[in-house]
């Protein structure tokens, strides 16, 4: 008994799906090999559609400075879908500490604390919602459509409807740092979101914590009984949720130099769409960061790309669901296999 599950256990460790057994390296290349045909497919599409315009780099840098707000709440989530739950409320709880970052720094006047009270103030409403989840025993679905409501009705008490003006953002030394330009125009958004990107490629498939988020989502029972912790696996998870809701708040309001109540909304489907489409699974204990990395640029650049090819925007959410549908149609048929 106890020699299959050190088997799966070192199967979890390097990163692959318990169940799977020695083809789940195979299956986890299989994941990433098709999310980036995919990907090329569809920029060849762009590029022979919009030569003028995907030849050009003018498009991809205004990729760069929009995608990484999506991009971090996308990374977080995929540890929590790994997990076999979901989380709604991350787009609110972005504008709880979008909020948070616009009042602290026009009251002290100070980016690097506003910055410390915006990531704490996210952590503070992941760790609720693992609480809620954890602790109390509620499904995740129905916990976080909850404080969903309650961190966005919470800003728009706060804020009263009203936005917060931040230019003085741009005189911070921490500015160009954040959201500066470097090297012919690369917004340094998306250098630190490619930094993170990285990182966390590496602890999911490499660290020890990645390896316990999916053997987790495996079968928490066998998890348990291994001696993983896994109520601070889950935990974890949402507070990390809720420490990128924080940042990816602190990069957007940076760029724009404005606080509106509304921030975040808009996010939620996006950056789910990025996780499923890269290849993460709902049922948990399988899935991959650089499939999610992937997705973000596809889900990203979609609406530009049929705007460019002269596309009508209506059959933007048509398309979305056409390639949603088939790329997990191909993992599902790589999995049966």
Not at 152 to 178: D, F, W
Request: charged share 10%.
């Amino acid at each position: 008994m106890a020699e299959p599950a050190s088997k799966s256990a070192a199967a979890a460790k390097a990163g692959e799906n318990p169940r799977a057994g020695r083809f789940s390296g195979l299956f986890r290349n299989r994941i990433d090999l098709s999310i980036t045909l995919i990907f090329i497919a569809l920029y060849a599409v762009f590029i022979i559609g919009a030569p003028d315009v995907y030849l050009r780099f003018d498009i991809y840098r205004s990729f760069m400075s929009t995608l990484p707000y999506m991009g971090l709440l996308a990374l977080a989530v995929t540890f929590i879908v790994t997990l076999g739950e979901i989380d709604l409320s991350f787009p609110s709880v972005m504008g709880v500490s979008a909020w948070t970052f616009g009042t602290v720094f026009i009251t002290s006047d100070s980016m690097a604390l506003a910055m410390v009270a915006s990531i704490v103030v996210g952590m503070a409403c992941g760790a609720l919602n693992g609480l809620i989840i954890t602790r109390i025993g509620v499904p995740s679905i129905v916990a976080t459509i909850g404080t969903m409501f309650l961190w966005r009705g919470m800003v728009n008490v706060l804020a009263q409807g009203k936005g917060i003006a931040l230019v003085e953002l741009t005189g911070s030394p921490l500015y160009p740092i954040l959201v500066g330009r470097i090297w012919g125009g690369i917004p340094m958004q998306f250098v630190w979101f490619t930094a993170i990107a990285v990182l966390m490629i590496l602890i999911y498939r490499r660290h020890v914590f990645g390896a316990h988020v999916l053997f987790v989502g495996d079968n928490e029972a066998s998890a348990r009984m291994m001696g993983i912790r896994t109520m601070r696996v889950r935990m974890t998870c949402y507070v990390l949720m809720g420490a990128m809701s924080g940042l990816s708040a602190i990069f957007l309001l940076s760029e724009v130099t404005y606080f509106w109540p509304s921030t975040g909304e808009g996010f939620l489907l996006p950056a789910l769409a990025a996780v499923f489409i890269g290849g993460t699974s709902v049922f948990g204990g399988r899935g991959s960061m650089y499939g999610t990395l992937i997705g973000v640029f596809i889900i990203g650049s979609l609406e530009a790309g049929i705007v460019a090819m002269g596309v009508q925007g209506f059959y933007t959410q048509l398309i979305y669901g056409l390639i949603i549908t088939l790329a997990v149609s191909i993992y599902a048929v790589a999995m049966r296999r």
